[in-house]
Each structure stands twice: as structure tokens, then as C-alpha cells.
């Protein structure tokens, strides 16, 4: 088994890499791990095979997972490495919150036990695939939570019209849009009143940023559907930020948002499933009268 690494390396996890490096030793397991520049600790580690700095270099290290260390924002960012590589992801927790990072610090070890034997469960996550003709986005982008459309240099609200395969939906009078998959509904989109959806979920959230519509609500559409979004307002630009990376836009840009053709594999272990996560995170189920 070989293991590729992802992590931004703050103190936290230099620490907690260090404990898992021995870890791996201990099974004569080799591991990769991102470049960054307060990495080069990583070269004196038993079993570090080098750094991965792409897409493509991550698919030559013939790694068979990726193991993130941080929050949940550090998990989204390996979606830029893994893409369509099916390499399953594990979210190692030194964050808060951790919906996708779920597995704890002390957990490592046995983590590694059930990787080795093969006992845990893969979850497919869908991903948004985001297309424009605006030179900004001249590839196609990616996105695990969400895309969101906002206002940058003026204080007045953004019209954004809207269409489902073509045909016109909606114009949102709002501070924003945004388009989220079920991954992402417990992100941004639940800020702002949008549905809890299970993973395993077929449809993509839609939800507008405080609108001034009052009668206008989030819908959740199907997964297969082509949304098409063309941004307007009194300013000269506008933000539109997929996950945590953002990119500067003119208005007037159509955007177009299909289901990419590939999806992100999660692994489960312990029974970390979606339902358990809702009650630990959001503690539900806590009320004293409730029997389970």
C-alpha cells in the first residue's frame, strides 16, 4: 500500500504527520506528500518517496489513498490533485467543525489496520463542473461544495438570470447566488437556509444570497440539469468563488454548471456515516427525552 499526503502544514500537522510517519513505519508503508514550502521536514521521515506538485504527478505516484490533514477546507483543496484519478480520500480532523474531515487524531493507527484489511466503506460524492467563455476561465473548473456568484466592487445588489436546460427559470435580485451540491449543503449553503441533503443525494442546491424577492426560496433541481447564469449589476465585476478559490469576472459572463463526469470517493471507517456525522456535529438527537 502507498499513501499520498495533503496538508498545509501549519504547526498542528507537522506534528500530527510526524506521529502518523512513524505509524507508517512501523507497516513499511511508503507515502508522497504535496510540496509546500514547510515540507522539507518530510525528506527525513522513513519511507517519504518524494513530493507531488500536480494533478498528474499524484496519478504517477500510483498512490492508492490520499490522506488529508487539517479541516474540512484542506479536504476540498485535494480535489484539485485527485480529480478524476478515483483515488479515495480520508479526512484526517485537526480542525473544527469536520463534516469531510471526520476521522480523528487518534484514530491514525487504526485507520491504517483497516486500510491494510480493507475495512471500510467508499462514498461517491458528485462535483460541479463550472464552463465559461470568459478568459478567466478558459479550462473547466471543478467545485466539491459549491459555486457562488458575488457582488465585488459596488454595495448594490446583483441581478443573475437563471436558466434549467435552457429554458429561463429566474432573475435573482440578490448579494449573490450560489449553486451547491450535497456535500455542500451543510457548508455556505446552510448559512444561508438552504436543505441538509444526504451525500448519495441526485440534485444541486440553488440558493440566492439575502435576496430582495421575498417570495423567492432555495430549490433543489436534478444533478443532470444544465444551469446556465448570467451576472449583471451597476458595478464593472464580480466574484465568483468555487470552494475557496476565487476568480474575478465581468459582468455580463455566462456561466454554465453541469455535474462533472467523474465523482470523489470518501473512505468510511468506524461507522462515520452522513447520519451519525449530523448528530455529532449539530447535536441532534441530544434531547433528554429521546430514548436512543
Known sequence: M??????????KEVEIIKSFAKILGKHKIQFTANEHKKSEYLNKLEGFSGFYNSHLSLKESASDYVISFGGDGTVLETLLFVLDSQIPIVGCNTGRLGFLASIGKNDLEKLIEQLLARNFTLESRSVLKIESKNDSLKEPQYALNDVSLHKRDTSAMITVDTFLDEEYFNTYWSDGLLVSTPTGSTAYSLSC???????????FIINPVAPHNLNVRPVVVSNNTRIKLVVKGRGTKFLLSLDSRFKVLDYGSEITITKAPFELKFVEINRQTFVNTLRGKLNWGTDHRNKY
Not at 502507498?2 to 504547526?11: C, D, I, N, P
Not at 437556509?193 to 440534485?203: A, R
Open 2 to 11: 502507498r499513501l499520498a499526503l495533503y496538508s498545509r502544514f501549519g504547526k
Open 193 to 203: 437556509g438552504g436543505p441538509l441533503m444526504f451525500p448519495n443525494s441526485s440534485g
